[in-house]
């Protein structure tokens, strides 16, 4: 995956959500190019991400799976000890 995404590589890196005691965490690599938004659910239970995008369509490069903003918001349910790798769909 880090081949065919520079932004992994080189991007910056944000943390957009970490909260203590918080087994989920939202990091954010981007570059001039690409945005990837990186979902890690570290608990021992299924959790939901709630996400204010300024995107509307995102795409899971693990599974393929699409989300389509609503009003600006998506939710991504992960399972347990997963995470999610989003990249904006771009047309």
């Not at 709630?50 to 992960?78: C, P, R």
Request: proline share 2%.
């Amino acid at each position: 995956m880090r081949k065919d995404y520079k932004v992994l590589r080189t991007g910056t890196i944000q943390f957009l959500s970490v909260n203590q005691g918080d087994q989920k965490l939202i990091i954010e690599r981007s570059d001039e190019k690409d945005c990837i938004l990186i979902l890690l659910n570290a608990s021992e239970n299924e959790e939901s991400f709630i996400l204010n995008v300024h995107n509307e369509e995102f795409e899971d490069l693990l599974t393929g799976e699409k989300f389509v903003a609503n009003s600006g918001v998506i939710e991504v349910i992960l399972p347990p000890k997963w995470f999610s790798l989003l990249t904006e769909i771009r047309c």
